[in-house]
């Protein structure tokens, strides 16, 4: 027995504990190296440096061929789009285009781009590269999933000489100086994308914006520098300070309840979708400055879906509406800092009618009363209304995204008053969602999107859309929807598009909740802080360090 | 024997959860649904013992009904892990051979699909839910049981006595039953407590990552999640049932100890 | 030693082999795919959508994409992200290594911690800290990972800055979320640790040590060779899981990592950075378990008499 246990301590002289601590000490050397070489190399120097928090890991960073907003957040800085939108008057000024018309009959327009403006890798900008682009969106092999989208009726381009341009469509479109403001529609030095493939272009953008790509490790960082030749922006680009910013770093903060923890701890200087009440929070922290931001498009809403009874009455439908109490919602999931959506349009996108808000006031006994008189009550006394001799349920479907799931569990409450039983289905994807709704497994289902266009609207509400999860076919909307597309005259389109929103919310095929309002939070240190027409994008040009 | 202190605690805990999770329904003071947006983030009060959520609802009354859905998620996750990684794990560490080498290879591979996988593919097949949740949960537990149990059963394997049953003839069958499990119950018993909180927690992991499903229902790790949102300015909504969870997944654990050394 | 490393690598190949189909069907019954994640919530046509699904191949029936997917990978080719073209070695290679310096970093406190609270509890000495370790251990078992990793951000970056913030660079980063990692797989490796050396302590050969007088230190040392030995696959199970598992943590604390590339990829349905993540994860799992077995049979006092 000894000569055994002599044998078997043999070359573990040390004892256990011995063996375990050298072990541990040999693991926490590793760990050591690698966590230093894991050091991404900063910028030696950085100047004056921001930390910029995205919310969301979108699928792709390219512009023309990635949909997300969340994209264009930091290459919004990096391109230059032909024209721009003033983020105050809303109005159309020049970006990399000087100026330009529209023909006569409405199917061509011709621009006259600027000179002297240089991309970041030295060449030079001209029709030609505008007319590289536009091949480039509308290549099939590209995929591109909003840019040409976007694009709609363009047929082609025509270059009248090295500095002018010439847009043909094939029927007029008054959304397409919009689509050019949108950074989908940026344009990226030809060499550069002539020096990619078609994917791999992403990691090595080259634009003409105020702003220039240095690295970008996906899923980790992107970073941009200045670009110190940039004098060709809009007029509302501010010029450059001392305080104005030399490098951005974009990083990823997908779980919101730490948004402000990061914000707090100095990480980050500027991050956007705060949680209501982390903004209630840092209301009182001098530290941080909370700027609430409109976002225009669709308000964020649920769809019903007009094929399933009894969501196929109209009045039915209509009832819903004035039942659900959107202020108690916006007050309870937002804090009240957004305002309540009241038609299919949120207040700030282009020809927004004002007389929705009065179409549907919060009236629960209007509400009891509708369903009632569509035979709708409540034989048994349980509580819940019976409808074909079964107790009224509707399926409510929804993602995660933007506190949906409190909006829903209270609308839930508030049906439950009008007999109504309501069943929450959470989904955890956009994927998910889409295959309920391939599989006409909803009842109310909510989706939006954004845009200053009004012609959003199209996307949503045309029959027969590839969005339009209402089932609404409505060809009344529809001729509206077409000839407002057409319709180059303001004061046309607005009455067109008066009469699509109200018609819209007549079919009462949309519940509208809230206009989306991002809550950005901003280092105190920063001023010069401004966004885009379209709302999510942060023009970095204008931030500065205070001094 | 000594009477362990821990087991009277642990007891004692259980039977109050336990009971408190039964009787749920005439010592909750408010509806565990209702909502009432206008008493949001309220602190503790007379009205509302243990305040109020988000929405309004009473935390008291949601933590009570919580328990059993955590209750019940966390037997049929026992039961879906245990039976079967208990089986492949004795089976594979006392047959040996082949049979090992199979078995291994099937829970090997098993383990190797995340759970994130495993899971989103079991709710496509069944919905989302808690009983999803807590099937997948189950079958990803499978393969770490069957691990620990085939290791103990290895080591045990090898002890003298054993020896001596086999070279007396002894049935294996017999040797496994009779001998084995028995030595190796502790083991077994406590990865089982184990086992029972990673199938709470990993439950609602699955949950804040989005795979829910009843999402007003009163479930502690539903709770847990949404009381990250305001865990600053109303810090009761998740402290309340964060507790819950704990004393439960404690009094699990020793339970399933102390019941190992008797 | 070699017929056991052939072996060996047979169950490799047939763990990888089965985990990645169980992988690809598991993916394509889920709802939707890639192209919902993209194209359609962008508003494109089903034309559009079709043409695009027919060009990656999408559109084929599944034996047939099986098939092909097999064949690509024999002759190497792992495959590119169906959402933005990039290789999958590429994906998974600038990825790997912050996984893996959170990974083996929490495993290291985990096994600290685990082994010395486990140890404590189980040989139930020094006497005082007996609770205080059983109760820790506990603690770890019983709260989210999500959970304790909040707190800990709030009580130790933002009111009391001892900690860089969430979203930092550099090596200190990898600390505070190891520290939770690590906490919390400490509690499983505790309990084993505590019942299996609890058990060893009351072994015969223990008893009669005693009896002979033998030298206290030696008696332990040989209780914890014996109990330790469970901790071994433990501790290994404990590694695969913490290489797969850092989903949440590399999420809420903004890190880099396979684990947040795994979330992203089953979110758009990007089945082959799924795919190659689940192989990787086979073949470390083969590997880890592999390492345990044999460290079990050098390390058992007991089985080395058989030589």
Known sequence: MANERKRGRGPLRLGVLGVLLIGCLLLTAIVGALALGDDD?????????????????????????HQSSELGIPFYSLYDTLVYRHPQTMEFVPGLAERWEMAEDGLSWTFNLKQN???????????????????????????????????????????????????????????????LSQVYLGIASPAALQANTNNSYQWHQVGTGPYKLDE?????????????????????????????????????????????????????????????????????????????????????????????????????????????????????????????????????????????????????????????????????????????????ELTMVFSSWNQMPDVAQLIQSQ????????????????????????????????????????????????????????????????????????????????????????????QAVVLPIREYVNLVGVSSDLDGVVFSAQGWWPLLRNFQYSG | MRRNPRVAVALALGVLIALLSVLAPLLATHDPRATSPQAQLQSPSREHLLGTDLLGRDVYSRVLYGGRRTFGVALLTALITLGPGLLIGAMAGFAGGWID???????DALLAVP??????????????????????????????????????????????????????GARPAGILTRHILPTIAPTLLAFAGVTLSWAILNSAALIFLGFGGDISAPDWGVMLADGRQAFRTAPWVALAPGVALSATVLAINWLAESGARD | MLPFLARRAVMALAVVWLAASAAFFALRWAPGDALDATMARAGA???????????????????????????????????????????????????????????????????????????????????????????????????????????????????????????AEGPRAVLLPALVLGFHTAGSIARVTAASVRDAARGDFVRTARAKGLPDRDVVDHILRVGLLPVVS??????????????????????????????????????????????LSALVYTALNALADVLYQRLDPRTRREG
Do not use: C
């Not at chain 1, 999933?145 to 709609?152: G, S």
């Not at chain 2, 080498?101 to 829970?107: D, Q, S």
């Open chain 1, 415 to 506: 049906w439950r008053e009008l007999g109504i039983d309501v069943e929450l289905i959470q989904v955890p994807d956009f994927p998910s969602l889409r295959q309920r709704v391939r599989d006409d497994d909803y009842d109310v289902i909510a989706f939006y999107d954004f845009s200053v266009e009004p012609s959003l609207l199209n996307r949503f509400y045309l029959s027969g859309a590839v969005n339009n999860w209402s089932g609404l076919s409505d060809p009344q909307l529809d001729q509206t929807l077409y000839e407002a597309m057409r319709q180059t005259d303001p004061a046309a389109r607005a009455t067109l598009y008066s009469a699509a929103q109200q018609r819209i919310m007549e």
């Open chain 3, 45 to 167: 046509s089903e034309d559009q959508i079709a043409a695009q699904r027919a060009a990656l191949g999408l559109d084929q029936p599944l034996p047939v994409q099986y098939a092909r997917y097999w064949l690509d990978v024999a002759r190497g080719r792992w495959g590119v992200s169906l959402v933005n073209g990039q290789p999958v070695t590429e994906v998974i290679a600038q990825n790997v290594r912050p996984t893996l310096t959170l990974a083996l970093a929490a495993l290291g406190i985990a096994l600290a911690l685990g082994v010395s609270l486990g140890v404590i509890d189980g040989l139930e000495r020094p006497a005082g800290l007996r609770w205080a370790a059983g109760g820790l251990a506990a603690l770890a078992l019983a709260a989210p990972v999500y959970w304790t990793a909040t707190l800990a951000i709030y009580a130790l970056t933002v009111a009391v800055a001892l900690f860089p913030g969430v979203g």
């Open chain 2, 101 to 107: 080498t199979l078995l291994m290879t099937l829970l």
């Open chain 1, 41 to 65: 190399d900063t910028t030696p120097d950085a100047g004056n440096m921001i930390v910029y928090g995205l919310t969301l890991n979108p699928s792709g960073f390219d512009p023309h061929i």
């Open chain 1, 216 to 392: 970008f490790v996906p899923g980790s960082f992107i970073r941009l520098v200045r670009n110190e030749e940039y004098d060709w922006g809009p007029v509302f680009y501010a010029p450059v300070t001392d305080g104005s910013l030399d490098t951005i770093e974009f990083r990823f903060y997908i779980d919101p309840a730490t948004r402000s923890l990061a914000l707090e701890s100095g990480e980050l200087q500027v991050v956007g979708e705060l949680l209501p009440t982390d903004a209630e929070l840092l209301a009182g922290n001098v530290e941080v400055t909370v700027y609430q931001v409109p976002v225009p498009g669709t308000p964020q809403q649920f769809f019903f879906n007009t094929r399933h009874a009894p969501l196929d009455n109209v009045t039915v439908r209509q009832a819903l509406i004035y039942g659900t109490n959107r202020t108690e919602i916006i007050d309870a999931v937002y804090q009240g800092r957004s305002p309540i959506a009241h038609g299919p349009l949120t207040s700030t996108v282009l020809h927004y009618d004002p007389e929705v808000e009065a179409m549907y006031p919060f009236d629960l006994d209007q509400a009891r009363a509708l369903l009632a008189s569509q035979g709708l009550q409540d034989l048994d006394n349980n509580g819940i209304l019976e409808f074909e001799g079964e107790p009224l």
């Open chain 2, 115 to 168: 759970p994130l996988v495993l899971a989103l593919a079991l709710v496509t097949l069944l919905g989302s839910g808690s009983v999803q949740i807590a099937v997948a949960v189950g079958i990803a537990g499978i393969p770490p049981y069957g691990r620990v149990t085939r290791a103990a059963v290895l080591e045990a394997r090898s002890r003298p006595f054993v020896e001596a049953a086999r070279a007396i």
């Open chain 3, 234 to 279: 433990v501790a290994a199970l404990q590694a695969g899981f913490l290489l797969g598992g850092t989903v949440i943590t590399e999420m809420i604390f903004v890190r880099r990592g396979l684990g947040q590339v795994l979330l992203t990829a089953v979110t758009n349905r990007d089945y082959p950075v799924v795919q190659g993540l689940v192989v």
């Open chain 1, 117 to 179: 403006v240089r991309f970041h890798d030295g060449t030079a900008f001209n029709a030609a590269a505008v007319a590289a682009n536009l091949d480039r969106i509308m290549d099939p092999d590209l995929g591109s999933q909003k840019a040409r989208v976007l694009l709609d009726a363009y047929t082609g381009y025509e270059i009248v000489d090295p500095y002018t341009i010439t847009l043909r469509l094939s029927q007029p479109y008054a959304p397409l100086l919009d689509v």
